[in-house]
């Protein structure tokens, strides 16, 4: 019982945390269902063929309409790359992907209070800004050359399948009609189940990797590695360690914010958050399918410049918050301990579910299945056609 004790524990907390943003995640994945129904992959491509201040600005919103999933994401902003993107508009899209998302906001204002979801939104922009000029500055022609001709030859990555397959409505109408006809009932349907079969494995992870941290690491480690008893020193430390902490988590996108969780609660600081958590896209497999991607010499670029622009956003942050009087306490962030009890959480669980039930009813019965077979498929640069993996999906109604 003595082993088992700390396990349970560990595994009590990953569960309230579960029940907590279970409804979040349900309505930001069915809320970005919908808007990539709408938003066709080839107006994507067309919208970032080039690197100027407002093809950026649309790079950032079309991103924040797409993906949470961050392997998707890479994926995804590999193909566009290839089909013409620029390369800064692509990274830039991939980070916006990740970190500007529905899905994401929602949870973090569930699990830490609004202020971090501001936080979240604010830190996104600065480092997009800071990384296009980042990448402006130095990354060359040649580079960019190199990196397209690595992008060229198709190496397989992770989620290949999911970032090659468009699952937009065809025809005409107002964006609510096409919402609403069957064929749109039936693309958010298959755009949901498919964010969750590319999310669930980073979110399970997180969950349990926070409730491991939460139930055996003692806030005293913590507060030393965070230099906590020393506001302006954990000022200082907060965004430099934060992004390290995540690269060797291993965990992604909406599945660090568990975790962010318990860093803040013991002692990182709101800076330290933000660099954190946009530090998803930097992890070691992310960084190994760069490389795949890219090529060596651009992945070691990226790393630096992620690093950097995330050390720097996160430091910016801090004082703009601080300065606001945004940045609430440490202590007023707890980590979940409770277990399920009937409130307004359990309530929207409820209604999360039975909206899960119906959107996976009408996924399987429109060939959904078929699709999710698929989602680790090739990355398509090829151009593959006629049932290869990869391939442009269409549901039908």
Known sequence: MSVMHPVLR?????????????????LGFILSAAVQAV?????????????????????????????????????????????????????????AATNLVIELGIIMAVLMGWQFTLAEFVGGGIIIVLMAVFLRLFVHHRLIDAARAQADLGLAGSMEGH???????????????????????????????MEWAAVIRDVLGGLLIAGAVAAWVPDSFWQRLFAAHDPTVAAIVGPLVGPLIAV?????????????????????????????????????????????????RMTLVLLGGFYLTMVIGGY?????????????????????????????????????LLATGLLLVRFVRTGGREMLAMMGGGPNVAGHSGGEPGQDHRARP
């Open 39 to 95: 938003v066709r992959r080839e107006t994507v491509v067309h919208a970032l063929g080039d690197d100027r201040p407002a093809t950026l600005v649309r790079a950032t919103g079309l991103g924040a309409a797409s993906s949470s999933c961050s392997y998707a994401a890479v994926a995804l902003a590999r193909s566009l790359f290839h089909k013409g993107a620029s390369f800064p508009a692509a990274i830039v899209f991939e980070l």
């Open 163 to 193: 970032a090659a397959m468009d699952m937009s409505i065809q025809g005409g109408g107002s964006p609510l009609r096409r919402i609403l006809s069957p064929a749109g009932l039936t693309s958010i349907a298959h755009l949901y189940v």
């Open 316 to 352: 910016l942050v801090e004082g703009i918050f601080h300065l606001a009087h945004l940045a609430p306490a440490n202590s007023t962030v707890q980590v979940a301990t409770r277990g399920v009890t009937w409130n307004y959480t359990t309530i929207l669980d409820i209604f999360a």
């Open 248 to 296: 060797l988590s291993f965990v992604c996108s909406v599945g660090n914010v568990p975790l962010a969780t318990v860093l803040y609660h013991g002692g990182i600081s709101f800076g330290g958050v933000t660099s954190f958590m946009f530090a998803d896209l930097i992890i070691i497999p992310i960084l190994l399918i760069y490389r795949k991607y890219y090529g060596t």
């Open 10 to 26: 560990a595994l009590g907390m990953a569960g309230s945390m579960a029940w907590q943003i279970g409804w979040s995640l349900v």
